[in-house]
């Protein structure tokens, strides 16, 4: 078995078109990779932390929650850095917004768009603009700003580079600061996407999936 299971796994890394393009639900009936942590079941020491989760988040200790704290000194670590790319952050919330839902989208992350969505468009991202992101496409009738963050963090995703002139441009909209959040804010949800990939964590129940399952 170890054998065929290496085998399909090497047939679709060598055409990734075949891999599932959704984070997918857990199978009908499995046990919840990660059962359901609950703040009783938190230590003294976390307490603090898992009611400051709760207050903020819109899945409580539910989510990319649920799996952080199976390692509490990271969680602690990681809500820490969270909190300054969600709330301190030198980024504009609409940009910052904007950077979570084109990874969420890049990640087909249920999580990161249902919740991070909303955010957006609250935040004042025109709705055209984050659903031109979810089909994939150039968004249009951006603003100066929102066309750096889109095209600086495409670039990264599809090149794993910033080309002198996109550097350059994006630093003068920007600013250094600014440019290096960017980065920061983007690079941290796609470890919350992997996160939630891992655990297989999905929208509260009777919530329809925004990406479809595989």
């Keep these: 078995m170890l054998f065929s299971l290496r085998f399909v796994l090497a047939g679709a890394l060598a055409h990734p078109l075949s891999l599932p393009r959704s984070q997918t639900p857990p199978t009908p009936g499995a046990p919840k990779r990660f059962p359901q942590i609950t703040l009783e079941q938190i230590a003294p020491e976390g307490q603090q932390l898992a009611q400051d989760i709760i207050k903020l988040s819109s899945v409580g200790l539910a989510g990319p929650y649920n799996v952080m704290f199976r390692s509490p000194v990271y969680a602690d670590r990681l809500n820490k850095l969270l909190d300054y790319l969600r709330f301190n952050t030198s980024l504009p919330t609409r940009l910052n917004e904007f950077a979570i839902i084109i990874q969420g989208n890049e990640w087909k992350s249920q999580i990161e768009w249902f919740a991070h969505y909303p955010l957006a468009l609250k935040a004042g991202l025109l709705q055209q603009i984050a659903d031109d992101v979810k089909k994939g496409v150039r968004p249009a009738n951006m603003k100066p700003d929102e066309e750096v ?66």
Excluded: C, W
């Excluded at 090149?159 to 630093?171: C, G, I, S, W, Y």
């Design 149 to 214: 963050v889109y095209d600086v963090s495409m670039a990264l995703i599809r090149t794993h580079n910033v080309p002198d002139e996109l550097f350059n441009r994006a630093k003068a909209i920007l600013g250094e600061q600014q440019l290096v959040d960017l980065v920061a804010v983007s690079g941290t949800y796609v470890g919350v996407a992997m996160l939630l990939a891992l655990g297989q964590e999905m929208p509260p129940e009777g919530k329809p999936l925004p990406f479809p399952a595989n």
